[in-house]
């Protein structure tokens, strides 16, 4: 059974340490790889640019999305995503403060799998990460990662 990653796409700081504090606080101890900006985050996908070396093959289990990125926006990166044969079926959580109702259909229409806007309140938004570390890492099933599916 391969190790179920999380990839976090995120450019505030200070966002990234609450949800790692989040994840740890609810007993996910899940390998997270944090990305800053939508570039870096294409180029980890992919397995380009700085990323070249990464095996392809090992794609993360869910993406934690934000839509307010640098370089590359969000809705950019997901538009990508779905156009790329082995990222299309990765399951992506837009989390984002974004409160723009336009935000929330272009997730979906561009191949989201859920959105949730982030909670300012740490206990609220420990209780959003924890639900769902559990449904995406647990009882979620995950198309296969070695390319039947394409």
């Keep these: 059974m391969r190790e179920k990653v999380i990839l976090l796409v995120e450019d505030n700081p200070d966002d990234v340490e609450l949800t790692l504090r989040a994840f740890k606080r609810a007993n996910i101890y899940n390998r997270v790889v944090v990305l800053q900006d939508g570039a870096e ?39 990508r995503m ?33 959105y949730i806007r982030k909670p300012v309140d740490f206990t609220k938004f420990y209780d959003a990460i924890q639900k769902l570390g559990m449904y995406w890492l647990l009882l979620n099933e995950s198309p296969p990662s070695n390319g039947s599916h394409l």
């Design 41 to 79: 985050a294409l180029d980890y996908l992919f397995g380009t640019g700085s990323y070249s070396e990464r095996d392809p093959k090992e794609m993360p289990s869910v993406i934690l999305l934000d839509l307010k990125l640098p370089k590359i926006g969000g809705l950019e990166v997901l538009k």
């Design 82 to 114: 779905r156009a790329h044969g082995p990222t299309q079926l990765i399951p992506v959580v837009i989390l984002t403060s974004s409160k723009e109702e336009q935000d929330v259909i272009n997730g979906y229409k561009f191949g989201a799998n859920s």
